[in-house]
Every structure is written in C-alpha cells, then in structure tokens.
C-alpha cells in the first residue's frame, strides 16, 4: 500500500523521458536533408546489342514480323521467376532491374545470385529500387554498389537512414512519393514487366500467402521503351545514387565477397529444396529445357553464352491496328508463335489494355 502514491509519479517521470526521446528523434530527423546531386553521372540504356546472343535469337523472328513487339503472359509464379533468372542468365552486356519491393527472401536471393553472376561475367547491371521498403540494407547495397559493374540507386530516399518514421511524420508530402515500377531487361532486348515484385509470396515460393499476379515477357520495338522509362527513373532528380547516402565501409571488397559467397551457400542449399523441384517443373523451364535438347541444334543450358530457344507462344502486339488485324490466323515460326491480335476475344480492345 505504501508504494501506491509513487506510481503516478514513476509513470509521469517516464512519459517525459519518452517525450524526450521522441523530441529528440524528431530533432534528429528532421536535420537530416539529402545530399547534392551534383557529382551523380546519368547513364542510358546500349542499343547497340543486336550482335548479342539475345538479339541474334530474337532478329529472325522480329524481321518477319515489323514493327510489332511479341510478349508471353507469365501467369504464375514459376514460370515468373524462371523467367527472370534466365534473363540475368542470358545478359551479355547489360541488366536493368526497377522494382518497388525486393525481399531479401530465398526468391530474392536466388535471383540477386544471379544478377551478381552477370556483374562477374561484365554485364552492367543498373539497380533501381524504391526506399521505402530498403530499411535496414544499406550495408549490403553499399557492399553490391561496390563491385565495378554494379551501381545502386534509390527512389526518393529517406534523408535519415535510422530514423525513417520520425522522418516520415516530418516529410510526408515528399516521402509518400514512391515508384512501383516494376521491370527488368537484358541487353535492350528482352524485358519482363507486370504487377510482381521480388519477394517468395510473389513467386508461389511461400506457403503462408501466394499474391496472384501477371508478367508480360516481352520483345520487339517495345523494350527500347521500356528502357526509356527506366532511363526516365535512373536520370530523375528522384534518384540518389546509394554510395551518396551510405558511407561505404572500409573493407567494401571483403563484405562484396562474403555477400557472395553468402548468396553461393544459399543456392546450394535452395537447390535440394521443395521449390527448387517446383522451378524445375514449371511449365516454362521444360520447354526450355526441351528446345535446349541436341536435336534443335541449341546449345546446352550449361553453356554461359548462348540462351536456351523457347518453344513459347510469343504473341504480338501490332504498332498500328489494321483491318487484316482481326483475323486470328497465326504466321509461326519455328519455335515462337506470333499472333497480329492478343486474341479473337480481345479484338475490339486497344493494345495492351487488361480484362
């Protein structure tokens, strides 16, 4: 009984303490400012890859078919991800990668690997993500900014990298800007753009939750614009280089070699699992795996400078509509099918509009 009249007391000396500390943060975040951009280099998309391993494979079939651009609907989450990895796979001069969430999950992971692997091999790998789900990565997007073909921007970053919600309750109006732009490209030749991110729920990889969404796969005259509107990103005022916001550490070449070999561990581990089996058995990795077979005069899939040809049906999406557009009689080639129409049933629509 006698403590009782000390409660109130204790409770009100640890609220100021809390206003204190909260006063302070305020303080703190709200000194914080962005640093100059005057020192940043823009850089744009190479369009002189047609001699690349991607643009040889795709000329023939994009020739017989003029101003049209063909596309593949990744519809599930497999598929989706076998693709993207392919493509960080098959790149031989560069790798464009905008996404607004990029879970560092085994999906996640499993394709950084690979982004890193083209980085290796000398691709120039741009990547492009929004802040507002980056907290707590600074030092692995320091490390990854430090290999010589990696550079790291964010969108419209937190000014205050440790104090993001008091920062946020300061600049709402500036912070509540984000990208969700998702794309990723290789070699200005192929792109893959949809509703994803990079996360397992994503890609059926998590059994708690699975986000049921649509890619495109995509060809032809409509990759240039894609990298235009990455280059409209990258170059944006919006877009801080990574090495502008975190001191990078001392030892940047020994923590870029334990993320690597970090990201190793995790493949080898990942490849005996359940979902690694699942990846295996997607629709899209056995038609490339039967158009990879010696009889289609392919290369092998091990092989690390030729993609495997895909039996897909690539459909096209015509520049400009004509009356013989509405005909759904199909001209195909080999091992892709083009179509002048998405489909009879979508005759009426405009290109690239969604049921």
């Given at each position: 009984?006698?403590?009782?009249?000390?409660?109130?007391?204790?409770?009100?000396?640890?609220?100021?303490?809390?206003?204190?500390?909260?006063?302070?943060?305020?303080?703190?975040?709200?000194?914080?400012?962005?640093?100059?951009?005057?020192?940043?280099?823009?850089?744009?998309?190479?369009?002189?890859?047609?001699?690349?391993?991607?643009?040889?494979?795709?000329?023939?079939?994009?020739?017989?078919?003029?101003?049209?651009?063909?596309?593949?609907?990744?519809?599930?989450?497999?598929?989706?991800?076998?693709?993207r990895l392919a493509l960080a796979r098959a790149a031989q001069r560069t790798l464009d990668v905008q996404y607004y969430i990029y879970d560092g999950d085994l999906t996640g992971k499993t394709l950084l690997a690979d982004i890193i692997g083209a980085?290796?091999?000398?691709?120039?790998?741009?990547?492009?993500?929004?802040?507002?789900?980056?907290?707590?990565?600074?030092?692995?997007?320091?490390?990854?900014?430090?290999?010589?073909?990696?550079?790291?921007?964010?969108?419209?970053?937190?000014?205050?990298?440790?104090?993001?919600?008091?920062?946020?309750?300061?600049?709402?109006?500036?912070?509540?800007?984000?990208?969700?732009?998702?794309?990723?490209?290789?070699?200005?030749?192929?792109?893959?753009?949809?509703?994803?991110?990079?996360?397992?729920?994503?890609?059926?990889?998590?059994?708690?939750?699975?986000?049921?969404?649509?890619?495109?796969?995509?060809?032809?005259?409509?990759?240039?614009?894609?990298?235009?509107?990455?280059?409209?990103?990258?170059?944006?005022?919006?877009?801080?280089?990574?090495?502008?916001?975190?001191?990078?550490?001392?030892?940047?070449?020994?923590?870029?070699?334990?993320?690597?070999?970090?990201?190793?561990?995790?493949?080898?581990?990942?490849?005996?699992?359940?979902?690694?089996?699942?990846?295996?058995?997607?629709?899209?990795?056995?038609?490339?795996?039967?158009?990879?077979?010696?009889?289609?005069?392919?290369?092998?899939?091990?092989?690390?400078?030729?993609?495997?040809?895909?039996?897909?049906?690539?459909?096209?999406?015509?520049?400009?509509?004509?009356?013989?557009?509405?005909?759904?009689?199909?001209?195909?080639?080999?091992?892709?099918?083009?179509?002048?129409?998405?489909?009879?049933?979508?005759?009426?629509?405009?290109?690239?509009?969604?049921?």
């Amino acid at each position: 009984m006698p403590a009782a009249p000390d409660r109130p007391r204790m409770t009100h000396r640890w609220l100021r303490r809390l206003a204190v500390v909260l006063a302070a943060a305020l303080l703190m975040a709200g000194c914080a400012s962005l640093p100059p951009q005057d020192g940043r280099v823009s850089s744009y998309a190479v369009t002189d890859t047609a001699s690349t391993p991607l643009g040889r494979t795709m000329a023939p079939m994009l020739s017989r078919h003029p101003g049209q651009s063909g596309f593949y609907p990744l519809a599930n989450g497999p598929d989706a991800l076998v693709a993207r990895l392919a493509l960080a796979r098959a790149a031989q001069r560069t790798l464009d990668v905008q996404y607004y969430i990029y879970d560092g999950d085994l999906t996640g992971k499993t394709l950084l690997a690979d982004i890193i692997g083209a980085a290796d091999r000398g691709v120039r790998v741009r990547l492009l993500l929004d802040d507002l789900h980056m907290s707590g990565q600074d030092r692995i997007l320091s490390a990854l900014d430090d290999h010589p073909n990696i550079e790291v921007r964010l969108f419209n970053p937190f000014a205050s990298r440790s104090l993001r919600l008091a920062a946020m309750a300061l600049d709402y109006s500036r912070l509540n800007r984000r990208m969700h732009n998702k794309s990723m490209t290789a070699d200005n030749q192929i792109t893959i753009v949809g509703g994803r991110n990079i996360g397992d729920a994503y890609f059926s990889a998590d059994k708690a939750s699975d986000f049921t969404d649509l890619d495109l796969l995509l060809a032809g005259p409509v990759v240039p614009e894609v990298s235009a509107v990455f280059d409209d990103y990258w170059n944006g005022a919006a877009a801080y280089p990574v090495s502008a916001l975190v001191k990078p550490p001392d030892d940047a070449a020994a923590q870029l070699q334990a993320v690597r070999e970090y990201l190793d561990r995790h493949v080898a581990e990942a490849r005996g699992g359940e979902y690694s089996q699942t990846l295996l058995a997607s629709g899209l990795a056995k038609r490339w795996k039967a158009a990879s077979s010696p009889r289609t005069g392919a290369m092998p899939r091990s092989s690390p400078t030729r993609p495997p040809r895909s039996r897909c049906r690539l459909k096209t999406i015509p520049a400009t509509p004509s009356p013989s557009s509405r005909s759904c009689s199909a001209a195909r080639s080999r091992n892709w099918r083009w179509y002048r129409r998405i489909s009879c049933r979508t005759a009426s629509q405009p290109p690239g509009s969604r049921r």
